[in-house]
């Protein structure tokens, strides 16, 4: 192992502080690593942008999620985990000890990584996203709902998050009315209920938004109306709108491996099965990261804890390996960690 003399060092690094990141860092820190979290743009991850989380079991009447993650995060530091608030912006996993740049300017160097970067909004992709995101159209009904007192939002998606967006909207807004790209919905049947049952939501289906319009009065740029079109009829129309809430999924935040970590065509990292190994030994990926099938805050952290034992074995056998001790081919993985080989060699 060749240490890099202006890094600075830790056994584990974990990168990305939502339920997975957090929960892999309580594993790793009560197994007794050294271990930093890499909170990266977004500490806490999405559920800091959700209000209640229902589902999170341990929670009988709910909690709100920045609570939830706050909690996560308090239980990481006890056991000795360390959050250092910084985004890593360049890595290099073809060395050893592995490399990671912050933005901060800083070099890093570790012996076990863990990608728990999660996942981002999508956005749609249309003319005038951009220049009204921050202006009327937003991602985040929780951070920007009360800006729309009284006013006539709409909501583009036709999953949970646009489900749930649309029923915390109707706490501000006048109306809001839902537009999706198809008939069904993706949402789960008690989330649809719950929405068709709420007076103040309509729906706007087998629609598409084209163009976002607005317009720059006494040097404040506002969001004042929407081109959308009818995708069966192909019938165009303007409609005056004060908000906008984009909530058509997510994509893996996966730039930064790429070239390094095996991912499939949407950018998901691809993890052997039942494990949270990744193609290069050392490196682990857990959460929403690696997951497009589940995505949920308790499958998230459940892989978390996968993440921290996989990589505790994973060190423990590299260990054995450089103090010459034979192992098994899986590098000691099935049997809890005894032993070495080409797993741990690298
Ligand atoms: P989903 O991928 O489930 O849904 C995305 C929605 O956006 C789909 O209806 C999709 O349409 C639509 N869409 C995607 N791209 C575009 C586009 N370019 N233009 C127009 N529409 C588009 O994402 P969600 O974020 O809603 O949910 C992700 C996961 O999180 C799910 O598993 C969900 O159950 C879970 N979740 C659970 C919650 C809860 O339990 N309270 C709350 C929020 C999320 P189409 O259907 O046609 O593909």
Not at 201 to 214: A, K, M, P, R, S
Not at 299 to 320: F, P, Q
Request: glycine content about 10%; aromatic content about 8%; proline content about 4%.
């Amino acid at each position: 192992m060749q240490a890099e003399p202006h890094a600075e060092h830790h056994e584990v690094a974990i990168l990305g502080a939502g339920p997975a990141g957090l929960t892999a860092a309580i594993y790793a820190a009560r197994a007794r690593l050294d271990t930093v979290v890499f909170e990266g743009p977004q500490p806490g991850g999405q559920l800091t942008i959700t209000t209640e989380v229902e589902n999170y079991p341990g929670f009988e009447h709910g909690i709100l999620g920045p609570e939830l993650m706050d909690i996560f995060r308090r239980q990481a530091h006890r056991f000795g985990a360390r959050s250092l608030y910084e985004t890593i912006v360049r890595v290099d996993f073809h060395r050893y000890p592995f490399l990671l740049w912050s933005d901060s300017g800083k070099l890093y160097s570790a012996e076990a990584v863990i990608v728990a970067t999660g996942a981002s909004a999508k956005k749609l992709g249309v003319p005038g996203e951009a220049e009204y995101m921050g202006y009327g159209i937003s991602a985040c009904a929780t951070c920007d709902g009360f800006f729309f007192r009284d006013q006539h939002v709409y909501v583009v998606g036709g999953g949970d998050t646009a489900m749930e967006e649309a029923l915390f909207l109707t706490r501000f807004a006048r109306r809001v009315t839902i537009i999706h790209r198809r008939q069904e919905f993706r949402a789960s049947k008690i989330m649809q209920e719950r929405v068709r049952s709420n007076p103040k939501i309509d729906f706007l289906l087998d629609t598409v938004v084209e163009e976002f319009l607005g317009e720059t009065r006494d040097g404040l740029r506002r969001l004042t109306a929407i081109r959308v079109r009818n995708v069966r009829t192909g019938e165009q129309a303007v409609l005056p709108a004060d908000g906008v809430f984009v909530a058509i999924g997510h994509q893996p935040n996966t730039d930064i491996f790429r070239g390094f970590l095996q991912m499939d065509e949407q950018g998901y990292i691809i993890t052997e099965p039942r494990s949270t190994r990744t193609n290069i030994p050392g490196v682990f990926a857990c959460g929403d990261v690696q997951d497009k099938v589940y995505r949920q805050a308790v499958t998230a952290a459940g892989s978390g804890c996968m993440a921290a034992i996989d990589a505790e074995r994973w060190l423990e056998a590299r260990r054995h390996a450089e103090q010459g001790r034979a192992v098994p081919a899986d590098g000691g993985l099935a049997s809890g960690g005894e032993s070495s080989s080409s797993v741990a060699e690298r």
